[in-house]
């Protein structure tokens, strides 16, 4: 590939990833409206948001890592998508795998940590050690689904996992190949978008908000986006570990937005979670079922 037309992916990719998470965004404002029996927002209450956001004054900088922190959130993300292969654009995919994705998914929430340890509020500090144990939490089943991934696919590069489940019928996807794994993967996609019921760094009744009290304005909008990249990202990832990724846009959108909906779904039902429960949970049922699936793939 010329270096103008990867730079010109590099480009889009961010672009078409903010836009899909956006309507991702007003997807899971839906659901959870209408299992909550209410009508929800608009259509473009999302854009409206990050207007409103944006146009607001930041009350108070904590410093310079302060601001860091909210580039290493939304920085993750982004690097994550240039690893991940669509339809039409393979971005760095060549450049980095699996593992090195797995790697650069920790950034965001070890960015929030450095943002936010530079905040004197107890709050953001409680919020953010939250998260981080959340993050200890899921990780373990996470990289369990990537080994057993890569041991399938014999490769570690994304978009020869894409090629190879194309090859044939659905009978190739991942999720045909290796269900148990698929089931780990759902499970724990709720817990790794940080959305219901394991909000628990958020806990507004508990820590009035967490790490996000002590931001406000360019701040606050910086993790509005992250989550539309966070949404996104996660739909992908799925979509290309278990479900044959995509070659057009068409077959690929309905994919990933199904993979961000199914969870959210049933996720709106429980309560949140406390600290100890994600721990218990992610530490029961997804790895055992990660264990179990690996076991089986290299039987």
């Known amino acids: 590939m010329h270096f103008y037309e990867l730079l010109v992916e590099l480009l889009l990719m961010p672009i078409l990833a903010f836009v899909i998470g956006l309507a991702m965004v007003l997807m899971m404002r839906r659901i959870g409206a209408r299992i909550q029996r209410r009508v929800g927002p608009p259509v473009l209450q999302p854009i409206y948001d990050i207007i409103k956001l944006y146009s607001k004054e930041t009350q108070i900088s904590h410093g310079l890592m302060h601001e860091i922190g909210i580039i290493m959130a939304v920085g993750g993300f982004i690097a994550a998508m240039t690893l991940l292969p669509v339809p039409g654009m393979s971005g760095l995919t060549d450049k980095g795998g699996a593992v090195t994705l797995a790697y650069m998914l920790m950034i965001p929430s070890l ?44 490769t570690t590069n994304l978009a020869e996992m894409v090629a190879i489940q194309q090859q044939q019928d ?38 009035a908000t967490g790490p996000m009290v002590e931001m406000s304005g360019k701040f606050m909008g910086g993790l509005f986006v992250m989550q539309c990249f966070q949404l996104y990202t ?9 479900l044959g990724g995509g070659v057009y846009w068409i077959t690929f959108l309905p994919k990933i937005f199904l993979v961000v909906a199914i969870p959210m779904s049933v996720a709106y039902l429980f309560p949140r979670y406390r600290t100890e429960d994600v721990l218990r949970l992610m530490w029961k049922w997804p790895m055992l079922l990660g264990l179990i699936g690996l076991a089986v793939v290299m039987k």
């Open 111 to 154: 960015g929030m940590a450095l943002g936010v340890g530079q905040c004197a509020n107890p709050n953001g500090s409680i919020g953010i050690s939250r998260a981080l144990t959340a993050m200890l939490a899921y990780d373990i089943p996470f990289i369990l689904v990537i080994f057993g991934a890569s041991y399938v696919y014999g």
């Open 170 to 207: 659905v009978s190739s996807w991942g999720i045909v190949q290796m269900p148990l794994l698929a089931l780990t993967a759902l499970l724990i996609l709720p817990a790794t978008m940080g959305k219901h019921p394991f909000e628990i760094y958020v806990a507004p009744s508990e820590i």
């Open 234 to 242: 996660a739909g992908v990832i799925f979509t290309t570990l278990f």
